[in-house]
């Protein structure tokens, strides 16, 4: 969490006098990966990183943002229909229209913002700024929505006015977080449970690779065509209701692409569901052991990794990591790593030279613990 102090003083510079601090976090999914547009589960949880803002009502019409991070100002209009051109101030612009549309009464305020969510690691930053906002503005001016509406609000914005098709676990979990629990979201009827996460003797690290691969064509829409293909010849909604019987049945109609992707997504259904069973027994080898399992379906079935995300696990089962996968829609980005306390500076040691070696790059170790949504400070 970025340190409030810089921000009280730069809204003291820009505005004069103290806002009022809020803080949504970013967020990591343990497991549960590619299942969200099948209807399926998937497993956050909030971090201790995040996007921290200070505001205060201006008694005016107008919006005026400062994003420190960027050291770039911003005013709009609440009448404004346009808002501005910049995407990074969209996101609030956003918020504000989506809140107003829901009875908010939102009028006009200042702020200053900014976060420490590592940029490009794959753990929402964006979502993080859209449910600081929505928390903070529906607190300042006396909305009476919950978390899953100001979720949706943030999700919407993501559609609405950056132009990104976004599911719902980012919001979801930067607005639901609870420190030291894990969450199972329910993707197709949006109910949620808490899972204790005491890891004692283990530790969470994420890698990133430092590398996204550009792929010809549109692969998450492809693999998404080749979900519900399956789902339509099974006589389901989504590919979570068809059963591992039904799928040998229809596998001679399938091509080998189709049966593959929809294997990966029922055996990714059946993974979260033995992680829940797992953290219940407090057993972390065996949640370490589905998230290489995870990796393996990812890689080979679904096909979304990349040769930098493969050595990334390939050397944390070498360096006796417990639990390992890439984190996110793939083709790079960062690996979520689940490892016993005495190994940790011996694998952050090993896996940067090597992959430096192999690579020509250095890839990031991003250390994370899992903390609460978002909040006033």
Known sequence: MIDTTILQQAFGSHFGGEGIPYFAPGRINLIGEHTDYNGGFVFPGAVTQGISAVMRPNNSPKVHLYAVDLQRSCSFDLTDLEGPADVNFRYVYGVVRELMAAGVIVEGFDAVYGGDVPLGAGMSSSAALESCFAFALCDLFGGHLDRMTLARIGQATEHKYVGVKCGIMDQFASMHGRAEHLMRLDCRSGEFQYFPWHPDGYRLLLINSCVKHELVGSPYNERRASCERVAALAGVETLRDCSWEQLKTL???????????????????????????????NDYEEVGRQMYLTHEGLSKDYEVSCPELDFLVDEARRLGVSGARLMGGGFGGCTINLLRNELYDNFLNEVQQTYRGRFGVDCHPIPVSIGDGAREL
Do not use: I, K, M, T
Request: overall charge negative; aromatic content about 6%.
């Open 251 to 281: 596998q001679p109609q399938l091509n080998n692409e189709d049966y593959h992707r929809a294997r990966y997504v029922l055996g990714e259904v059946d993974r979260v569901l033995s992680v829940c069973g797992a953290l219940e027994r």
